[in-house]
């Protein structure tokens, strides 16, 4: 299977969604390369394990939410992001709009459609 060459970073504050997420991608066949909670840990991860992608959470624990985490490590790498939040609110979406990010997978998640999903955002990038 092809995922099992792509390479992802989860970046989520919520341990259980970490873990699940970590689980679903790995019986999927996709690599997770590292896992981080905070914004500056996914920036310091970010530049060390170069992911294909990272799943962003954008409600993270620290000074500065995933929205921005995400604008720092665009300012290193152009890594594919693909934001995850129960919040889809108008001014958060244009602020992941801004960003470019590769998809914005809505909260609780889906395991089919997250998959399906992934298959999207990997066959575009």
Do not use: H, W
């Not at 991860?45 to 000074?63: E, T, W």
């Not at 395991?111 to 990038?125: D, H």
């Amino acid at each position: 299977m092809e995922s099992s060459q792509k390479r992802i970073m989860i970046v989520e504050d919520n341990m259980i969604i970490q873990l699940d997420l970590e689980d679903m991608l790995e019986y999927a066949g996709y690599q997770v390369v590292a896992k981080a909670s905070t914004g500056q840990e996914a920036i310091d991860m970010a530049i060390v394990n170069i992911p294909d992608l990272i799943l962003m959470d954008i409600g993270l624990k620290g000074p500065i939410d995933g929205i921005e985490t995400a604008e720092r490590i665009k300012l290193e790498s152009d890594v594919a992001i693909a934001f995850l939040s129960g919040n889809s609110d108008l001014k958060t979406s244009q602020r992941v709009l801004d960003i470019q990010a590769v998809s914005f997978i809505i909260k609780p998640i889906n395991e089919g459609v997250f998959l399906a999903e992934l298959e999207k955002i990997f066959s575009q990038i």
